[in-house]
């Protein structure tokens, strides 16, 4: 292994999150309106502004917009190589990034999201960018169009290639739209779990379950 693939995946300064060691997969558990998608999102396109790669699987919105959230939350979009598995968009996509969007039927087609995410993430490496950082928008959308025993098959699948390639993998999941113990399940899947929920003043907060030197009590950000 190398030095450089050795160096732990760091965030901004203004997450409370410490440093995660390569091959760290993580479940960013709360409501996609309370900031936890938001958080789950700006964990992996940070990597664009350290030189990391970056592999999205979307299954609610179409990779344009996705792009543009990306856009606003890291600089110069594309600096770093990227990929955007889409399972929204009908045809090849257009726009700037056109050439790294792969499109997919349907967010129930998990084996056609395995195979483009596979190809793109390997496509990253070939490239010579050892450090890729993958996100999964969301998981309780794969759970609206397949069976929770294939979706949680292909979770472990997928976080599998991850640790495996000392990636960062980041899992968004709305625990009020699926049953305590289907997260519970999908939580296991995973190294960490990042709960995220709103304050009354309107901010968030997080605590990291799972992770040594990480905040452990609720902590606004």
């Not at 010579?128 to 292909?154: C, H, I, K, N, P």
């Not at 739209?177 to 709103?198: G, I, N």
Request: aromatic residues 6%; contains cysteine.
């Amino acid at each position: 292994m190398s030095e450089r693939r050795a160096r732990p995946y760091e965030f901004a300064d203004d997450l409370p999150l410490g440093s995660i060691e390569p091959g760290t997969n993580l479940l960013v558990a709360g409501p996609a309106m309370g900031g936890a998608r938001r958080l789950a999102l700006r964990l992996v396109a940070e990597g664009n502004d350290r030189g990391e790669g970056m592999v999205l699987v979307s299954t609610d919105k179409a990779s344009g917009k996705l792009l543009s959230e990306c856009d606003g939350l890291c600089t110069d979009l594309g600096r770093s190589p990227l990929g955007v598995v889409d399972c929204v968009s009908r045809g090849s996509g257009s726009g700037r990034f056109a050439d790294r969007v792969e499109t997919v039927s349907s967010p129930g087609d998990l084996t056609g999201i395995g195979i483009e995410f596979s190809g793109l993430y390997q496509n990253i490496h070939r490239a010579g960018t050892e450090r890729v950082r993958a996100g999964l928008y969301s998981v309780s959308t794969l759970l609206m169009y397949a069976d929770f025993q294939t979706v949680s098959r292909f979770v472990h699948t997928v976080s599998g290639r991850i640790a495996a390639t000392d990636g960062l993998g980041v899992f968004f999941i709305d625990p009020a739209t699926q049953d305590q113990k289907v997260v519970s399940t999908v939580t296991q899947l995973c190294d960490a779990r990042v709960d995220v929920r709103e304050r009354d003043d309107g901010g968030s907060e997080l605590r990291v379950r799972g992770l040594r030197d990480q905040p452990r009590e609720w902590t606004p950000f």
